[in-house]
């Protein structure tokens, strides 16, 4: 069962608690492996980087599996700032730069291509691509999978011999893992390759300890209620900040176009919605990857500062603290395209897909049925509205074409039903109507 939120707990001790009891089952418990569900910036990274210590500290080696090298790096900068002592191994591969440069500078980071060579560390931490090639070594005792409903379970059969107990780690909100060949065939099975490592876990152990992570520190108090309720209504979360404790102002006055309005707005409540006039447009809407430009231009020109619990003083608003949201990378390219003609540079422009785990002060989001003809399971997807929706500390504004709610009611889910696959709840057609009906409430109509 999942381990109950704090109740009337303050975000802290609630936060503080859940902690201990994951900890408590990862070190103490008799079962072979612990799930953690996550809400987005809930400190999956932190929780990684104490389980890791505590392990080590127990005189327990462990082996860690993260989906991707920049992930990887993360975890070993933040293991070496947390305890600069601890021995810890970087496996890599042997492609050019391999690793962040900035690994070099640590003194207990070993590298190596090779497991062998790390043996005897308390810490070895690879990709789980890398560690499906580690053979002829002795198991680790322990194990710790981060963002583990981003690994198929294909890649968790590949590592599994090389550990005893393990310690799942992720986000179920989150993208399903990519897969790029078609899995219809073993839809329902419980030996679906194409599914997440924890559902094919829990189908094959449904006795397993679940926790969730009860607080999300990275979403304000305007944001965790939306996407609690619209992503997560069966394990809700609530922010770790209380409204108020952020604030987001600007030096410079409005110039009352729909840009500078839906900044006010979002500035103001948190969220802003600048809407297009209805109109069916090509994937990369010039107008509408134009207004996306304007937006951030403006944020820039207008001198934005930030007050939050992270510091004592104002912060300003600079370009690297500012993402662009798409559903498709030719989308993103364009936008990058438009800001360089307003000469914006050094923002972060991507997709969905690669935005995920990443932080910001404020988002930017090409809402991804703007100005399509239709609904497609793509476009439906729960967990790519929620990526977009939940990367921001302060403030998200998405930029869209009027007419999806319509379109949403002209093409209701008409995904087939297979037996065994357990139904996601809410699917993408109601989480988009939760999401639409509450930027209603902070629509700017523009007409460019």
């Not at 990857?289 to 300003?316: F, K, M, Q, T, Y």
Request: proline fraction near 8%; glycine fraction near 8%.
């Amino acid at each position: 069962m999942f381990a109950q939120p704090g109740g009337a707990l303050d975000p802290g001790t609630a936060a503080a608690r859940a902690t201990e009891a994951i900890l408590h089952d990862t070190l103490h418990g008799a079962h072979r492996g612990v799930v953690v569900d996550s809400p987005p910036g809930a400190g999956k990274s932190t929780l990684v980087v104490r389980a890791a210590q505590e392990l080590a500290a127990a005189g327990r080696p462990l082996m860690v599996i993260a989906q991707t090298n920049a992930q990887v790096d993360d975890l070993v900068l933040r293991l070496a700032e947390k305890d600069p002592g601890l021995p810890v191994g970087r496996l890599h591969s042997s492609d050019p730069d391999p690793y962040d440069s900035a690994l070099d500078d640590l003194p207990h980071v070993r590298k190596s291509t090779k497991a062998g060579d790390l043996a005897g560390l308390d810490v070895v931490i690879s990709t789980a691509a890398k560690w499906a090639h580690v053979k002829d070594v002795e198991p680790w005792p322990h194990a710790i999978v981060d963002e583990a409903y981003q690994m198929r379970s294909d890649a968790l059969l590949a590592v599994a011999g090389l550990f005893g107990r393990a310690l799942f780690v992720g986000d179920p909100g989150q993208l399903d893992p990519f897969a790029i060949v078609g899995a219809e065939q073993w839809a329902g099975l419980s030996y679906d390759p194409s599914a997440s490592a924890v559902t094919t876990l829990l189908a094959h152990n449904p006795t397993l300890p679940q926790h969730r992570l009860p607080v999300s520190w990275r979403l304000p108090a305007s944001a965790a209620p939306l996407v609690s309720d619209a992503f997560y209504p069966y394990t809700p979360f609530r922010s770790g900040t209380g409204h108020g404790d952020r604030r987001l102002t600007f030096g410079v006055a409005s110039d009352g176009s729909g840009p500078d309005r839906v900044i006010d707005e979002a500035a103001e409540t948190g969220w802003g919605l600048l809407e297009l006039p209805a109109r069916y447009t090509p994937r990369t809407d010039p107008e509408a990857v134009r207004a996306v430009a304007l937006v951030v231009r403006r944020l820039l020109d207008r001198g934005g500062v930030s007050v939050s619990e992270r510091a004592a003083e104002p912060a300003p608003l600079t370009a690297d603290r500012i993402a662009v949201g798409t559903a498709h990378r030719d989308q993103a390219a364009s936008v990058r395209s438009a800001l360089g003609e307003l000469g914006v540079t050094n923002v972060t422009v991507d997709t969905a897909n690669r935005l995920q785990g990443r932080e910001f002060d404020v988002t930017v989001v090409l809402h991804p049925l703007s100005g399509r003809p239709d609904a497609t399971a793509f476009h439906l997807e729960t967990g790519r509205l929620c990526v977009l929706a939940s990367r921001h500390r302060h403030a998200c504004i998405v930029v869209c074409r009027a007419g999806v709610s319509d379109l949403l009611d002209d093409h209701p889910s008409t995904e087939p039903v297979q037996l065994g696959v357990t139904v996601k709840f809410p699917d993408g057609w109601e989480a988009n109507h939760a999401v639409l009906t509450h930027l209603a409430e902070h629509r700017v109509a523009w007409r460019p």
